[in-house]
C-alpha cells in the first residue's frame, strides 16, 4: 500500500501504477501500447478499462489480472480495483505513446 | 495475483481450471501419440502393438499432429479467450484419442469435423459479439481450412488433409501476426500484399481435390511470399531486445519464418522434406516461442524467464539439418537421428518450462 493516497489523486495514482504492467507478447507496458481506454473511480471501485487489440487473445484475461494486481496495491482500504475490457472501441495506432509510434515507423 | 477465474462486470466466467487441464492433457496425448507414430515411422524407435508407437499412430501421425495435438490446442485458446466453447478443443482431443488409443477412426474423423465446425463458430461469435477484423477473418479461414482438412481426412482425400491442416495451422498464426502488425507503419501496397498471400493459401486449399499440382505450386509459391512479408514487416524483428518472455517469442517467431522460407525454397524445388520445415522449423517455433507466454493464460502459472528456452529451439534446428540432409541424401539413419533430435528438442523444452514454472512458483507463491 502506498503512503496516504486520497480518492481523488487515485486515478493518476493509478495511470502510473499501470506504467509497470506489461502486454506478455509485446513486452510494451499498456500505456504506451495506448490500451487503457479510460481510469475512473466509482463508489468504492477504481476501474480501468482496456481497449482490446485482439478479439480472440487468450493473453486478455492475463492483462486485465495484471491490471488489477498493480491497481490494488495503490488503493486505500475500501477501494476494490477492477479492470474490464471495452468491446466497443477499436484500438488503433494513433493511441500509442509517441516514442513507441516512432519506433515503429509513424 | 487476482484469480482469472472471477467473473467480471462485462464477461461471463472464465472457463474452470481444472476442465482447461483435462483438455491440455488431451492435447499432450495426442502430441505423444503424434511423435510416437513419427519416431517409429522413421525407425528411430521400434513399432509396438499398440501405444505411442503402435500401427495406429504409425499410420496417423499427421493426423494426430494437426487434428489431434493443434487443433486441440488452438481451440483451447480460443475457448479461454471467449469464456465459452470447451467442447470444441474436448472433442478434437477426443478425437484423437479415439484414433490412436482405440483404433476407431471414423469416430475420431467425426469428432474433428464436428470441433472444426465448432472453432469456426467461435471466430464467428467473437466477430459477431467483439469485433470483426481482417485478421479475424484470416484465423477464422484457417477454422474453415481444418474443416477441410478433416472432411478430407474422413473421405481420404490425402491432398486436402495435408493442404488444409497446414493451412490452418498457417493461416491461424499469419492472422495473429497480422494483428499485431497494425502496430507498425506498413508501406503502401504491404496490407494488400498480406491479402493476395491469404488469397494464395486460401485458392491452394480450394483447389486440393480437383487440381492438387497447381494448389501445390500455389501453396508453395503463397509460403514463398508470406516468409519474406513476416521477414521483411513483422513487428516480432523490432522486439529481440523486449524484457522478458517477449523477446524470447520475438525470437522464436524470427527464426519460425527463416525455416518457412527456407521450407518454401525447397518446397519450390519439388522437395518433400520441405513440409516437415514447416510444421517443426516454422509451426514448433511459434509453440516454444508462444508457450511461456499462454501458461499464465492457460494453467495460472508464471515461467520465470531463462535464456536457456531459446536452447531447445536450436536443438530443433540442428535436427532439421540433418533432416534436410538426411531426405536428400536417402540416409535412412540419419533420418532417423533427426528424429530423435526432433523429439529430444521437445522433451528438452519442456523441462526447461517445467523448470521456469517451478521457479516462478517459488517467486510468487501466491500465484495459481
Same mark, same amino acid.
Given at each position: 500500500?502506498?503512503?496516504?493516497?486520497?480518492?481523488?489523486?487515485?486515478?493518476?495514482?493509478?495511470?502510473?501504477?499501470?506504467?509497470?504492467?506489461?502486454?506478455?507478447?509485446?513486452?510494451?507496458?499498456?500505456?504506451?501500447?495506448?490500451?487503457?481506454?479510460?481510469?475512473?473511480?466509482?463508489?468504492?471501485?477504481?476501474?480501468?478499462?482496456?481497449?482490446?487489440?485482439?478479439?480472440?487473445?487468450?493473453?486478455?484475461?492475463?492483462?486485465?489480472?495484471?491490471?488489477?494486481?498493480?491497481?490494488?496495491?495503490?488503493?486505500?482500504?475500501?477501494?476494490?480495483?477492477?479492470?474490464?475490457?471495452?468491446?466497443?472501441?477499436?484500438?488503433?495506432?494513433?493511441?500509442?505513446?509517441?516514442?513507441?509510434?516512432?519506433?515503429?515507423?509513424? | 495475483?487476482?484469480?482469472?477465474?472471477?467473473?467480471?462486470?462485462?464477461?461471463?466466467?472464465?472457463?474452470?481450471?481444472?476442465?482447461?487441464?483435462?483438455?491440455?492433457?488431451?492435447?499432450?496425448?495426442?502430441?505423444?501419440?503424434?511423435?510416437?507414430?513419427?519416431?517409429?515411422?522413421?525407425?528411430?524407435?521400434?513399432?509396438?502393438?499398440?501405444?505411442?508407437?503402435?500401427?495406429?499412430?504409425?499410420?496417423?501421425?499427421?493426423?494426430?499432429?494437426?487434428?489431434?495435438?493443434?487443433?486441440?490446442?488452438?481451440?483451447?485458446?480460443?475457448?479461454?479467450?471467449?469464456?465459452?466453447?470447451?467442447?470444441?478443443?474436448?472433442?478434437?482431443?477426443?478425437?484423437?484419442?479415439?484414433?490412436?488409443?482405440?483404433?476407431?477412426?471414423?469416430?475420431?474423423?467425426?469428432?474433428?469435423?464436428?470441433?472444426?465446425?465448432?472453432?469456426?463458430?467461435?471466430?464467428?461469435?467473437?466477430?459477431?459479439?467483439?469485433?470483426?477484423?481482417?485478421?479475424?477473418?484470416?484465423?477464422?479461414?484457417?477454422?474453415?481450412?481444418?474443416?477441410?482438412?478433416?472432411?478430407?481426412?474422413?473421405?481420404?482425400?490425402?491432398?486436402?488433409?495435408?493442404?488444409?491442416?497446414?493451412?490452418?495451422?498457417?493461416?491461424?498464426?499469419?492472422?495473429?501476426?497480422?494483428?499485431?502488425?497494425?502496430?507498425?507503419?506498413?508501406?503502401?501496397?504491404?496490407?494488400?500484399?498480406?491479402?493476395?498471400?491469404?488469397?494464395?493459401?486460401?485458392?491452394?486449399?480450394?483447389?486440393?481435390?480437383?487440381?492438387?499440382?497447381?494448389?501445390?505450386?500455389?501453396?508453395?509459391?503463397?509460403?514463398?511470399?508470406?516468409?519474406?512479408?513476416?521477414?521483411?514487416?513483422?513487428?516480432?524483428?523490432?522486439?529481440?531486445?523486449?524484457?522478458?518472455?517477449?523477446?524470447?517469442?520475438?525470437?522464436?517467431?524470427?527464426?519460425?519464418?527463416?525455416?518457412? /522460407?527456407? !521450407? &518454401?525454397?525447397?518446397? $519450390? =524445388?519439388?522437395?518433400?522434406? @520441405?513440409?516437415?520445415? #514447416?510444421?517443426? +522449423?516454422? *509451426? %514448433?517455433?511459434?509453440?516454444?516461442?508462444?508457450?511461456?507466454?499462454?501458461?499464465?493464460?492457460?494453467?495460472?502459472?508464471?515461467?520465470?524467464?531463462?535464456?536457456?528456452?531459446?536452447?531447445?529451439?536450436?536443438?530443433?534446428?540442428?535436427?532439421?539439418?540433418?533432416?534436410?540432409?538426411?531426405?536428400?541424401? /536417402?540416409? !535412412? &539413419?540419419?533420418?532417423? $537421428? =533427426?528424429?530423435?533430435?526432433? @523429439?529430444?528438442?521437445? #522433451?528438452?523444452? +519442456?523441462? *526447461? %518450462?517445467?523448470?521456469?514454472?517451478?521457479?516462478?512458483?517459488?517467486?510468487?507463491?501466491?500465484?495459481?
Amino acid at each position: 500500500m502506498s503512503s496516504e493516497p486520497t480518492p481523488d489523486d487515485l486515478p493518476a495514482r493509478a495511470l502510473a501504477a499501470l506504467a509497470d504492467v506489461q502486454d506478455p507478447e509485446m513486452g510494451e507496458s499498456l500505456g504506451d501500447l495506448g490500451v487503457i481506454g479510460g481510469i475512473e473511480l466509482d463508489g468504492s471501485v477504481l476501474r480501468v478499462t482496456l481497449i482490446p487489440t485482439s478479439a480472440t487473445c487468450p493473453m486478455a484475461d492475463v492483462m486485465l489480472d495484471d491490471a488489477e494486481a498493480a491497481l490494488q496495491k495503490i488503493c486505500p482500504p475500501g477501494i476494490r480495483a477492477e479492470a474490464v475490457m471495452d468491446w466497443d472501441t477499436a484500438w488503433s495506432p494513433e493511441r500509442m505513446a509517441p516514442e513507441l509510434r516512432e519506433r515503429f515507423g509513424w | 495475483m487476482v484469480s482469472t477465474q472471477r467473473t467480471r462486470r462485462n464477461e461471463p466466467p472464465a472457463l474452470p481450471r481444472p476442465a482447461l487441464a483435462v483438455v491440455a492433457l488431451m492435447a499432450i496425448l495426442n502430441l505423444l501419440g503424434a511423435v510416437g507414430g513419427a519416431l517409429a515411422r522413421l525407425g528411430a524407435l521400434p513399432t509396438a502393438a499398440l501405444g505411442p508407437t503402435g500401427p495406429d499412430a504409425l499410420m496417423a501421425h499427421g493426423a494426430l499432429l494437426m487434428a489431434g495435438f493443434f487443433g486441440t490446442l488452438i481451440a483451447l485458446e480460443r475457448a479461454v479467450a471467449l469464456h465459452r466453447g470447451l467442447w470444441v478443443p474436448a472433442l478434437a482431443g477426443l478425437g484423437g484419442l479415439s484414433g490412436w488409443l482405440l483404433g476407431a477412426w471414423p469416430v475420431a474423423s467425426a469428432l474433428w469435423v464436428a470441433s472444426a465446425a465448432g472453432l469456426l463458430g467461435l471466430y464467428g461469435w467473437a466477430g459477431w459479439r467483439r469485433a470483426m477484423s481482417l485478421p479475424l477473418a484470416v484465423e477464422a479461414s484457417g477454422a474453415l481450412a481444418l474443416l477441410a482438412a478433416n472432411a478430407g481426412f474422413w473421405l481420404g482425400q490425402a491432398d486436402l488433409s495435408r493442404l488444409g491442416w497446414s493451412a490452418f495451422l498457417v493461416l491461424t498464426i499469419a492472422g495473429e501476426r497480422r494483428e499485431l502488425t497494425r502496430m507498425v507503419r506498413l508501406p503502401p501496397g504491404a496490407g494488400a500484399a498480406f491479402v493476395v498471400v491469404w488469397a494464395g493459401v486460401a485458392l491452394s486449399v480450394a483447389l486440393a481435390t480437383w487440381a492438387s499440382t497447381l494448389a501445390f505450386g500455389l501453396w508453395w509459391v503463397s509460403m514463398a511470399a508470406l516468409a519474406l512479408w513476416l521477414l521483411r514487416f513483422d513487428v516480432a524483428l523490432r522486439q529481440w531486445q523486449a524484457k522478458g518472455w517477449a523477446g524470447h517469442t520475438a525470437i522464436c517467431l524470427s527464426v519460425g519464418y527463416v525455416w518457412l /522460407a527456407l !521450407g &518454401a525454397a525447397l518446397g $519450390l =524445388a519439388g522437395q518433400i522434406v @520441405a513440409w516437415h520445415l #514447416v510444421w517443426l +522449423g516454422f *509451426v %514448433m517455433a511459434m509453440v516454444f516461442g508462444h508457450a511461456p507466454i499462454m501458461m499464465p493464460a492457460l494453467a495460472g502459472w508464471r515461467p520465470v524467464h531463462t535464456r536457456w528456452a531459446l536452447a531447445p529451439l536450436a536443438v530443433l534446428g540442428l535436427s532439421l539439418v540433418l533432416r534436410v540432409v538426411g531426405t536428400l541424401t /536417402a540416409d !535412412g &539413419a540419419l533420418m532417423a $537421428l =533427426a528424429g530423435t533430435g526432433h @523429439a529430444l528438442a521437445f #522433451v528438452f523444452f +519442456g523441462a *526447461v %518450462m517445467i523448470r521456469a514454472v517451478r521457479r516462478g512458483m517459488v517467486s510468487r507463491p501466491s500465484s495459481r
